[in-house]
């Protein structure tokens, strides 16, 4: 909740368009402060993962909504569609479903059968009766048209325009000046993300730097393989971070990464809005060849494509980024990139719909 720059991109948005907004998340026992100009309820659960947090979450959030007249329901992604489209269903409201990701894609349920076929009931008795839906690109905008004939709108997790400037040094920060530096940011550090790859690049060479910003599933993992003598005073690791500072972290980058795998339809056809960040510090960016991120490279030429996660490939593709920093065409192309996609135009299709329930 505190760190989903979408959901704070939306309710900013909306709020200055004089919606009056409630956001209603969860709150963990590390989870940051959130101090924003709209109401905040963050429930705290005795479950935090697993099944029995999905049920518990979904309950409070329904009595919460149940005891309450909102005019305009929200829901972010399906686990919380159900609790959301009932009680709009109920008080005859307005419901709005943003879908992040292509939820029933994700590798984390693929071999979960029963899990899986929750999620998979759930989202196919509801869908096709939604009438308002975002997504965040056009390919995953295409799947669901496939699956169910409804086809979302298409809003990008695309920064905004405002510019960042860069009040830590690398010294501040912890990290070296001798180094090339790499980031890998984000709050989903998870499996299939390509993040145990990127180690065992960084453990074969010492010229690059890496610095791993944000949480995910599999930090503990990565931690523990940074004990080792190949990975010994390479590898930073931050935890999660309010945007602005963790901003800082990249504007001092000379290359960012983001290396999802190809081997589950979410991450396929996914577009992480860290390509966007990189864009906004001024560094290229390598990627896996999925098909979102290769629109984005063939249009605006600002990062460097592998065809797979050997150790060599990545080493040579952060090679190759490093020589496109340097180019004279990449400042042109990177200004441009950031100057065209931002969450200003982006967000245009969220206020018109919005507008139409005044």
């Given at each position: 909740?505190?760190?989903d ?20 998340g ?12 709209y109401?905040t ?8 993962k697993?099944?029995l947090f ?6 409070r ?16 992604d ?23 990701e292509?939820?029933?894609g ?9 899990v ?10 509801i869908?096709?009766?939604l009438?308002?839906v975002?997504?965040v ?6 799947l ?30 912890g ?6 530096l ?24 010492d ?18 393989r ?11 690791f931050?935890?999660?971070?309010p ?12 290359v ?11 991450y396929q ?21 999925l098909?979102?991120?290769?629109k ?5 030429h ?8 050997n ?13 496109l920093?340097?180019s004279?065409?990449?400042t ?12 200003e ?12 329930f005044?």
């Amino acid at each position: 909740m505190a760190n989903d720059q979408r959901v704070k991109k939306v309710c900013d948005t909306l709020t200055k368009n004089n919606f009056n907004i409630t956001l209603v998340g969860r709150q963990l026992q590390h989870s940051l402060n959130i101090n924003r100009p709209y109401k905040t309820v963050r429930f705290k659960l005795i479950f935090n993962k697993g099944a029995l947090f999905y049920m518990e979450y979904n309950l409070r959030l329904f009595f919460f909504l149940l005891y309450r007249r909102f005019d305009i329901y929200h829901s972010n992604d399906l686990d919380t569609l159900l609790p959301m489209w009932l009680s709009a269903f109920i008080f005859n409201k307005k419901l709005v479903y943003d879908s992040h990701e292509y939820f029933l894609g994700v590798p984390e349920i693929q071999n979960r059968y029963f899990v899986k076929k929750v999620w998979s009931s759930i989202e196919s008795f509801i869908f096709p009766k939604l009438k308002h839906v975002f997504t965040v690109n056009k390919s995953i905008s295409d799947l669901y048209f496939k699956d169910y004939k409804v086809r979302p709108l298409v809003i990008r997790n695309l920064p905004n325009k405002s510019i960042l400037i860069k009040v830590k040094t690398k010294k501040d920060l912890g990290l070296p000046n001798d180094k090339k530096l790499v980031i890998l940011q984000g709050s989903g550090i998870n499996v299939a993300r390509g993040a145990e790859e990127l180690l065992e690049a960084i453990s074969i060479q010492d010229d690059f730097f890496l610095s791993i910003v944000g949480k995910g599933d599999v930090v503990d993992k990565l931690k523990k393989r940074c004990t080792q003598s190949d990975l010994v005073n390479k590898v930073l690791f931050v935890p999660t971070l309010p945007y602005s500072q963790m901003m800082q972290f990249t504007l001092n980058s000379d290359v960012g990464v983001s290396l999802d795998k190809n081997n589950n339809i979410n991450y396929q056809f996914s577009l992480p809005n860290k390509i966007f960040d990189y864009a906004k510090a001024e560094i290229p960016f390598v990627s896996t060849n999925l098909v979102e991120i290769r629109k984005i490279k063939e249009e605006f030429h600002t990062g460097v494509l592998i065809s797979n996660l050997n150790p060599e490939s990545i080493i040579e593709g952060l090679n190759k980024a490093i020589v496109l920093k340097k180019s004279k065409n990449f400042t042109t192309n990177i200004a441009k990139m950031n100057t065209t996609l931002h969450w200003e135009s982006e967000s245009i299709s969220l206020i018109k719909t919005y507008k139409k329930f005044k």
